[in-house]
């Protein structure tokens, strides 16, 4: 926390983004990280605010951070934290986020182990966030985020393996099979999804996932 005895000018703004399936984040636009970016640029020294995302499942497409600097301006009147340690963290998201491309599997949609920023929010003196990160199979999400350790401390909450099952499995076939014989076309189709299907997959049983549709921003 800042010294309260400094007067510091207020600024809060909303960043808008574009919502989609966190499985998917290249077809958002994602609001929290646009407003680690608006941080990094804007020359503030610290933040009284910070609110984005509902769901860590979902790019957010809204997110609001109050920034505070030296110079005229209405006074900031809330707590104001340091902006320093976002900041890092920022950096630290984009190497972590540029180090997933470092395996590609064409089997997958995407083809490659994908990661968002689902929710922000201040707690206290802390800055916390949800994120999620979908990796493809052979990839061990735990040491997928050492890059982020630097800059926060990590915690994990749920890991389910990833699921990949042979186009020639008996229950990927009978799915096909079964497509036909109603007049659909036979399709098959990969993404990282989460679901427990993965987990019955290690643990040796076939398993395939059904939906009833398209998942936020996913076709």
């Given amino acids: 926390r800042l010294d309260s005895r400094e007067a510091l000018a207020a600024t809060r703004r909303t960043e808008g983004g574009v919502a989609a399936h966190s499985s998917t984040p290249a077809l958002g636009r994602n609001a929290i990280l646009a407003a680690l970016a608006e941080l990094e640029s804007d020359g503030a020294i610290g933040i009284f605010a910070l609110d984005g995302g509902t769901a860590v499942n979902v790019v957010p497409d809204r997110c609001e951070i109050g920034l505070a600097k030296r110079g005229a301006g209405e006074a900031c009147k809330e707590p104001v934290f ?4 976002l900041r890092e963290f920022a950096t630290a998201w984009r190497h972590f986020e540029a180090s997933l ?8 949609d995407p083809d490659r182990t994908v990661a968002s920023l689902g929710r922000a929010w201040l707690e206290g003196d802390r800055a916390l966030f949800r994120f ?7 990839e061990d999400p735990e040491l997928l985020v050492e890059p982020l350790r630097a800059a926060a401390k990590i915690a994990s909450v749920r890991a389910n393996p990833p699921l990949a099952m042979s186009r020639d499995s008996k229950l990927v076939r009978a799915a096909l099979d079964a497509q036909r014989s109603v007049g659909l076309e036979a399709r098959l189709a990969t993404k990282a999804t989460c679901t427990e299907a993965g987990l019955l ?3 040796g049983l076939e398993a395939i996932v059904l939906g009833p549709g398209p998942s936020v921003g996913n076709v």
């Fill in 201 to 203: 997959s290690h643990a």
């Fill in 101 to 108: 491309g470092a395996r590609r599997d064409p089997d997958f």
């Fill in 82 to 85: 340091a902006a320093a340690p």
């Fill in 132 to 138: 999620d990160v979908r990796p493809i199979p052979g």
